[in-house]
C-alpha cells in the first residue's frame, strides 16, 4: 500500500542520515526484508547476522529480530551503537533459562564443557564454553566429542537431543523450548503426509522428535530456504516459523508450501507457527527506533566481554 511504501522510503533516509545498517531474521515481516535487502543490509539466519554485524562499518546497526540478536550484535560490536523496533522482543528459550539457575547448574557440573544455543542472555553465554546456533551446533558438537568433552547443553531440548542423537555425545540437556516449534505435532505431520504423498519435510531442529524423525532435511533458516530451492518435490511441508515462506516462495517458485501442523488451529493457538516477539518488528517500529534513537541496547561492558570469548570461538569455528 501507498503507506507502507511511504514507511520504506522514510526508513531508507533515515538509515542513510544515521549510517545505519539494517540486519534482519527471517521470520520478520517481508516488508522489513525487503528493505533491509534494497538498503545494502541483511536478511540470514542468527549466525549470518552476527557476523555481517559484526563485519559491517556502519556506526549503527538496527536489529530487526529478537532481543538476544540485539544483544550479540552489541557483544561483537562494543563501539556500534544497536537499536531494535522493540526491546520486549523476547524469545521463549531464553525466558526459560535465568542465568542464575543456569549458573548454579553448571556449578553442579564443573567437569563439562558449557555450550549453550546463541538463543539466551547476555548473562548466560558469558557463563558458556562456547555459544552455537542450529547451523553450526552439529559440527561443533561433534568436534567436541571427538575430543572426548562431555557436554552441558541449554537451553533447547529438542535441539540438545537432535544433536545428543546425530553425534552420540554424552550431553545433558536444560528443558527449554521454543513456544513456536514446540506445537509441532508427529502424529498429525504423520497424517498429512500421507495425504500429500509428494511432499517432503523441512523442519527446524528446535522442533520435537516426533516431527524431526520424519523430517527430509533438518537445518536453520539459511539451511531450510535453500533445501526449499534443492529439493527435487513440488510440495514442501514447513514445521518452522511460517514467516519463513516470504524468502522460501521467492527462492522457489511455483512450488507449494504447507505449514506443518500444531495442535490447535490459529483460532486458540496464538503463537502457533508465528513467533510473537518476531513479529513486533514493523516498519512502523522501525522508523521510530531510527528516528529517535530509541530502544539501544546497553550492556554491562564487563558482562559483555565475558560474553563475547564463547560467540568468537564460535564464528571462529564457523569460518
Ligand atoms: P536460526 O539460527 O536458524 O535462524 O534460528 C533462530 C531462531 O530463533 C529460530 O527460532
Ligand atoms: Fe525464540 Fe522460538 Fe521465537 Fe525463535 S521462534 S525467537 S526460538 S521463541
Same mark, same amino acid.
Given at each position: 500500500?501507498?503507506?507502507?511504501? $511511504?514507511? =520504506?522510503?522514510?526508513?531508507?533516509?533515515?538509515?542513510?542520515?544515521?549510517?545505519?545498517?539494517? !540486519?534482519?531474521?527471517?521470520?520478520?515481516?517481508?516488508?522489513?526484508? $525487503?528493505? =533491509?535487502?534494497?538498503?545494502?543490509?541483511?536478511?540470514?539466519?542468527?549466525?549470518?547476522?552476527?557476523?555481517?554485524?559484526?563485519?559491517?562499518?556502519?556506526?549503527?546497526?538496527?536489529?530487526?529480530?529478537?532481543?538476544?540478536?540485539?544483544?550479540?550484535?552489541?557483544?561483537?560490536?562494543?563501539?556500534?551503537?544497536?537499536?531494535?523496533?522493540?526491546?520486549?522482543?523476547?524469545?521463549?528459550?531464553?525466558?526459560?533459562?535465568?542465568?542464575?539457575?543456569?549458573?548454579? #547448574?553448571?556449578?553442579?557440573?564443573?567437569?563439562?564443557?558449557? !555450550?549453550?544455543?546463541?538463543?539466551?542472555?547476555?548473562?548466560?553465554?558469558?557463563?558458556?564454553?562456547?555459544?552455537?546456533?542450529?547451523?553450526?551446533?552439529?559440527?561443533?558438537?561433534?568436534?567436541?566429542?571427538?575430543? *572426548?568433552?562431555?557436554?552441558? #547443553?541449554?537451553?533447547?531440548?529438542?535441539?540438545?537431543?537432535?544433536?545428543?542423537?546425530?553425534?552420540?555425545?554424552? %550431553?545433558?540437556?536444560?528443558?527449554?523450548?521454543?513456544?513456536v516449534h514446540d506445537e509441532f505435532k508427529g502424529t498429525e505431520l504423520e497424517l498429512m503426509r500421507?495425504a500429500y504423498?509428494?511432499a517432503r519435510v523441512l523442519a527446524h531442529?528446535e522442533s520435537p522428535?516426533s516431527v524431526l524423525a520424519q523430517a527430509d532435511v533438518v537445518?536453520?533458516?539459511?539451511?531450510l530456504?535453500?533445501?526449499?530451492?534443492?529439493?527435487?518435490?513440488?510440495r514442501l511441508i514447513v514445521a518452522t516459523d511460517q *514467516?519463513i515462506l516470504?524468502?522460501m516462495?521467492?527462492?522457489?517458485?511455483?512450488?507449494?508450501f504447507l505449514a506443518a501442523p500444531t495442535a490447535g488451529?490459529?483460532?486458540?493457538c496464538?503463537?502457533c507457527a508465528h513467533?510473537? #516477539? %518476531?513479529? %513486533?518488528?514493523?516498519?512502523?517500529?522501525?522508523?521510530?527506533?531510527? $528516528?529517535?534513537?530509541?530502544?539501544? +541496547?546497553?550492556?554491562?561492558?564487563?558482562?559483555?566481554?565475558?560474553?563475547?570469548?564463547? +560467540?568468537?570461538?564460535?564464528?571462529?569455528?564457523?569460518?
Amino acid at each position: 500500500t501507498a503507506g507502507r511504501a $511511504e514507511a =520504506a522510503q522514510r526508513i531508507r533516509a533515515l538509515l542513510a542520515r544515521e549510517n545505519a545498517v539494517l !540486519v534482519a531474521h527471517y521470520y520478520v515481516d517481508g516488508d522489513v526484508q $525487503e528493505l =533491509a535487502e534494497a538498503t545494502g543490509g541483511c536478511v540470514g539466519d542468527s549466525l549470518e547476522m552476527a557476523r555481517f554485524g559484526r563485519d559491517h562499518p556502519a556506526a549503527t546497526l538496527v536489529v530487526a529480530g529478537v532481543r538476544f540478536m540485539g544483544e550479540t550484535a552489541k557483544i561483537l560490536s562494543p563501539a556500534k551503537r544497536v537499536l531494535m523496533p522493540d526491546l520486549d522482543a523476547s524469545c521463549s528459550l531464553d525466558l526459560g533459562c535465568p542465568a542464575p539457575a543456569f549458573a548454579d #547448574w553448571c556449578d553442579a557440573h564443573p567437569d563439562r564443557t558449557v !555450550v549453550v544455543y546463541a538463543n539466551t542472555s547476555a548473562a548466560v553465554k558469558a557463563r558458556a564454553d562456547w555459544v552455537v546456533t542450529s547451523s553450526i551446533a552439529l559440527d561443533l558438537v561433534a568436534d567436541l566429542h571427538a575430543r *572426548g568433552e562431555k557436554i552441558l #547443553w541449554a537451553p533447547d531440548r529438542h535441539l540438545g537431543r537432535y544433536v545428543q542423537a546425530q553425534t552420540g555425545a554424552d %550431553m545433558l540437556l536444560w528443558q527449554g523450548a521454543c513456544l513456536v516449534h514446540d506445537e509441532f505435532k508427529g502424529t498429525e505431520l504423520e497424517l498429512m503426509r500421507a495425504a500429500y504423498p509428494d511432499a517432503r519435510v523441512l523442519a527446524h531442529p528446535e522442533s520435537p522428535s516426533s516431527v524431526l524423525a520424519q523430517a527430509d532435511v533438518v537445518g536453520s533458516t539459511t539451511q531450510l530456504i535453500e533445501a526449499a530451492r534443492c529439493l527435487d518435490a513440488p510440495r514442501l511441508i514447513v514445521a518452522t516459523d511460517q *514467516g519463513i515462506l516470504h524468502k522460501m516462495r521467492q527462492r522457489a517458485p511455483g512450488k507449494t508450501f504447507l505449514a506443518a501442523p500444531t495442535a490447535g488451529d490459529s483460532a486458540t493457538c496464538k503463537s502457533c507457527a508465528h513467533c510473537p #516477539w %518476531m513479529a %513486533m518488528n514493523g516498519l512502523a517500529g522501525l522508523a521510530h527506533t531510527l $528516528e529517535h534513537g530509541a530502544n539501544e +541496547i546497553l550492556l554491562d561492558p564487563a558482562l559483555a566481554r565475558r560474553a563475547k570469548a564463547p +560467540i568468537d570461538r564460535m564464528l571462529d569455528f564457523a569460518d
